[in-house]
């Protein structure tokens, strides 16, 4: 499905200024999103959680792409505390919500009647994506690097197969007292 393109359009600018104006530059954003059949928007570009936003019931929702864990959360909580910080969602809507894992939030009605919240919401989630975008991929360059050196040992990290020298004893537990343990003196 396409990504879907939104325009944010500028503040308090007249209809007069506007015509008189070349055509007015607005911020071009791609997300990887999709809509629902009831009109939800899922936005689906983070690594660590999927965001649904509810312009019905101005909600935001986010879920984990996979399972909980305190990476997912602690992610979670970061994007509404940074929609919070930009003042987009209240604090005190923040909240549990009603499937398991899951983070919601509201947003209140814009009072200049210029400014769609809902082109805001998108706009802050993609400027907070962007700003997750140098995480993403140093985690990634880390497990990739990290499963290197387990796949592809150095010289020194390795040693060629049938060079590990044998003992005679090997290991703490005597293979006797484990057999007379079980198999002891009747």
């Known amino acids: 499905m396409p990504p879907i393109k939104v325009k944010v359009t500028p503040d308090a ?7 008189t104006k070349e055509e007015p530059k607005h911020p071009q954003i791609s997300l990887e999103a999709r809509k629902t059949l009831d009109g939800k928007i899922m936005i689906m570009d983070h690594r660590d959680m999927d965001i649904v936003i509810d312009t019905a019931k101005k909600q935001i929702i986010t879920f984990p792409k996979t399972e909980m864990s ?3 959360y602690q992610t979670q909580n970061k994007y509404f505390d940074y929609l919070a910080k930009k003042g987009i ?4 809507s923040v909240q549990g919500g009603d499937v398991f894992a899951s983070i919601q939030a509201t ?3 814009s009072f200049n009647e210029s400014v769609s919240p809902a082109q805001t919401v998108l706009l802050s989630t993609y400027k907070f994506i962007q700003e997750e975008k140098p995480r993403f991929e140093t985690e990634e360059f880390i497990d990739n690097q990290l499963d290197d050196y387990y796949t592809y040992p150095t010289p020194e990290d390795s040693t060629p197969l049938g060079q590990v020298p044998e003992e005679p004893k090997k290991g703490t537990i005597n293979p006797r007292n484990r057999y007379m343990r079980n198999h002891g003196p009747q």
């Open 13 to 19: 600018e007249s209809a007069e200024e506007l015509a």
């Open 89 to 92: 969602v209240e604090r005190s």
């Open 107 to 109: 947003y209140p009605e």
């Open 70 to 72: 305190d990476e997912v």
